[in-house]
């Protein structure tokens, strides 16, 4: 059974700094993972789709690495903004268009 | 994009009553979408699979006869919660991808979610 961590639980940055976002899969046998972003009380944004046989998405001021030999991928978020504040989540996509998601990291960006 | 609309946003019911939720694909259509449930400060938890045409498929341990699915067309699944107990109070998010001409590479877009609070 795929389970799926993300550390850390809860981030607090200043603004202007890099945000570094982990997670971490059991099964590497995977057909794409996804970060996603959820404000409080709303649905889910997508915000990069990595492929099992890519190691990278970019988008803007995101960057998601896929290592599937290792079970990790990471986001990384340049210069935070305050509007960056969120929870971030990664989910990782196997047969039949299933999705398990990791916990989340809450995001705080001050300004 | 694609756009995925839920409804309705909140809702507050009575224990005992039973609560429709809708989830529709707006520019795209659908033959599978996904129920997913989120309890406070927990991640999500996928519930059901939603099949255009036929009966859903049920995660393990997920009442289907408390949480009937419905997918009667390719834009348009509920999810019906009966007899709504307190416990059954969560945040409710649907799902769809754009299968056409896309196979695996397209994203899954999720509504809003619907609150439910059953008093």
């Known amino acids: 059974k795929q389970e799926v961590t993300q550390i850390p639980a809860a981030l607090s940055v200043p603004e202007g700094e890099n945000l570094v976002l982990n997670c971490s899969f059991t099964?590497?046998?995977?057909?794409?993972l996804q970060w996603f972003r959820q404000d409080p009380g709303k649905g889910l944004t997508s915000l990069l789709l990595i492929q099992s046989s890519q190691r990278e998405q970019t988008s803007g001021r995101l960057n998601a690495s896929l290592d599937k030999s290792s079970g990790r991928s990471t986001l990384y978020i340049a210069a935070s903004q305050p509007g960056d504040s969120a929870t971030y989540l990664c989910?990782?996509?196997?047969?039949?268009?299933?999705?398990?998601f990791g916990g989340g990291t809450r995001v705080l960006v001050k300004p | 994009g694609a756009v995925v609309s839920q409804h309705p946003s909140r809702v507050i019911c009575k224990s005992g009553t039973s609560v429709k939720i809708e989830c529709r694909s707006l520019?795209?259509?659908?033959?599978?979408m996904f129920w997913y449930r989120q309890f406070p400060k927990q991640s999500l938890m996928l519930m059901a699979t939603s099949n255009e045409g036929s009966k859903a498929t049920y995660e393990q341990g997920v009442e289907k006869d408390k949480f009937l699915i419905n997918h009667a067309s390719l834009t348009l699944s509920t999810l019906t919660v009966t007899s709504a107990h307190p416990e059954d109070s969560s945040f409710y998010i649907c799902?769809?991808?754009?299968?056409?001409?896309?196979?695996?590479?397209?994203?899954?877009?999720f509504g809003n979610g619907t609150r439910l609070t059953v008093t």
């Open positions: 520019d795209f259509q659908a033959t599978t």
């Open positions: 989910a990782v996509g196997a047969a039949g268009n299933k999705l398990t």
């Open positions: 799902s769809a991808r754009n299968w056409v001409g896309t196979g695996n590479t397209s994203p899954l877009h």
């Open positions: 099964d590497s046998a995977i057909y794409n």
